[in-house]
């Protein structure tokens, strides 16, 4: 997203707020609580790993699932890999807040600053997602039987092979 987009989006969501059509303070506090607990899933998993201690991970599958249930009431309705795009936005947004601390302590000023200011444009760009503000209309379609827009072949007339069948079937977003 380069800046002129990223203002746009900002610009569109200021509109929104003004007019009242959506309250964004309840949901930003969610997507707060979505980006914690992404972190505990990931410090569950290192914990449960470093200690061999496997009930850790019956933590993570805990927080995993409240995670599921308070994003699915920021994302309800989503096509194609939004569910995970989001996820990702708010784990990269949550993430690059922690270097920027990190960096901000250590006394890396000017380092942290732009960490904070790419985890903005990151958490901008999950609202842009979140309320449909970024315009997809121009993204093209893959034809079926492409596996993706790099396939100039596609299926032909020849049967899939494993690695086209593992390509098109193997979804990381299914949760």
């Known amino acids: 997203m380069n800046k002129l987009q990223f203002k746009e989006v900002m610009k569109k969501v200021e509109e929104m707020k003004k007019k009242g059509s959506v309250d964004l303070s309840l ?3 969610l997507s ?7 972190s505990l899933e990931e410090h569950f ?3 449960a790993e470093k200690t061999g201690k496997d009930g850790y991970f019956d933590l993570l599958r805990e927080t995993r699932e409240m995670r599921k249930t308070l994003l699915g009431k920021l994302i309800d309705a989503h096509e194609g890999e939004t569910w995970c795009i989001s996820k990702h936005l708010l784990a990269a947004t949550m993430r690059l807040m922690e270097v920027g601390t990190k960096l901000e302590g250590a006394g890396k000023r000017d380092e942290a600053k732009r ?3 790419i985890s903005y444009k990151i958490y901008a760009l999950f609202w842009g997602l ?5 315009e997809t209309n121009n993204i093209k379609k893959i034809p079926d039987d492409k596996l993706n827009i790099h396939d100039e072949k596609g299926k032909g007339d020849h049967p899939w092979n494993y690695e086209d ?3 098109k079937l193997v979804n990381c977003c299914d949760e």
Do not use: G, P
């Not at 707060?32 to 992404?38: D, G, H, K, W």
């Not at 979140?130 to 970024?134: E, G, K």
């Open 27 to 29: 949901d930003e506090d």
């Open 130 to 134: 979140r309320l449909q503000l970024i």
């Open 45 to 47: 998993f290192f914990t």
């Open 165 to 167: 069948i593992v390509e």
């Open 32 to 38: 707060i609580a979505v980006m914690n607990l992404i």
């Open 115 to 117: 960490m904070f200011d």
